[in-house]
Nanobody, 111 residues
């Protein structure tokens, strides 16, 4: 299993980012995918999850309405669209599947 995140960076409060996670080494279309994040000094937390077909999504309660998880099974890629970003969204964002993690991508929200 290999998961490679991209798309992080520095963004001003209120801005948007779209993260991508390219997956390989397993049959992507058969598995649920998740995004997690870990802020400095805090535990890793679940951000969003999407079922194998993309038919069902779940979000951390605090993020509903701002974040959207999607997937493209033809491209073996899962995405996380983040809108109206806040400084407290600053964290390393990780893609996860099959008990495996990517290396993470840093998102920093600051003016």
């Amino acid at each position: 299993v290999q998961l490679v995140e991209s798309g992080g960076g520095l963004v001003q409060p209120g801005g948007s980012l779209k993260l991508s996670c390219a997956a390989s080494g397993f049959t992507f279309s058969r598995y649920d995918m998740s995004w997690y994040r870990q802020a400095p000094g805090k535990e890793r937390e679940l951000v969003a999850r999407i079922t194998s077909t993309g038919g069902t999504t779940n979000y951390a309660d605090s993020l509903k309405g701002r974040f959207t998880i999607t997937r493209d099974n033809a491209k073996n890629t899962v995405y996380l669209r983040m809108n109206r970003l806040k400084p407290e969204d600053t964290a390393v964002y990780y893609c996860a599947a099959l008990a495996s993690w990517g290396q993470g991508t840093q998102v920093t929200v600051s003016s």
